[in-house]
């Protein structure tokens, strides 16, 4: 069974960091496009960032550019977002999906979505 899990969220302090994880199992990762989305509290979804099948370019919201990468190992059927100097309006559901990157990501009805992971900016 296709799916993708998210792991690495939880409650840090503002201006610390987190590494999210969206692993891939039952199929190959390297053959899709990837990004990372955010969904917070009576909020719409917001696509933060994406990053091609070989990982040779990358696309970020101008909300999160500069603080957070995104990155991939196509070994471990893996994509990663560093998350840095965590803000408390980044306090939110974040979702990896497979898609179309380019200047953003489009998903389709055949992509893959995983089931979330929190993160919670808070003192």
């Known amino acids: 069974q296709a799916q993708l899990v998210e792991s690495g969220g939880g409650l840090v302090q503002p201006g610390g960091s987190l590494r999210l994880s969206c692993a891939a199992s039952?199929?190959?990762?390297?053959?899709?496009?990837v990004g990372w989305f955010r969904q917070a509290p009576g909020q719409e979804r917001e696509a933060i960032s994406c990053?091609?099948?070989?990982?040779?370019?990358?696309w970020t919201a101008g909300s999160v550019k500069g603080r957070f990468i995104i990155s991939r190992d196509n070994g471990q059927n893996t994509v990663f977002l560093q998350m840095n100097i965590l803000k408390p309006e980044d306090t939110a559901q974040y979702y990896c999906?497979?898609?179309?990157?380019?200047?953003?990501?489009?998903?389709?009805?055949?992509?893959?979505w995983g089931q979330g992971t929190q993160v919670t900016v808070s003192s």
């Open positions: 990053i091609t099948q070989n990982g040779g370019s990358t």
């Open positions: 999906a497979t898609g179309t990157c380019g200047f953003g990501i489009r998903t389709g009805s055949d992509d893959h």
């Open positions: 039952g199929f190959t990762l390297s053959t899709y496009a």
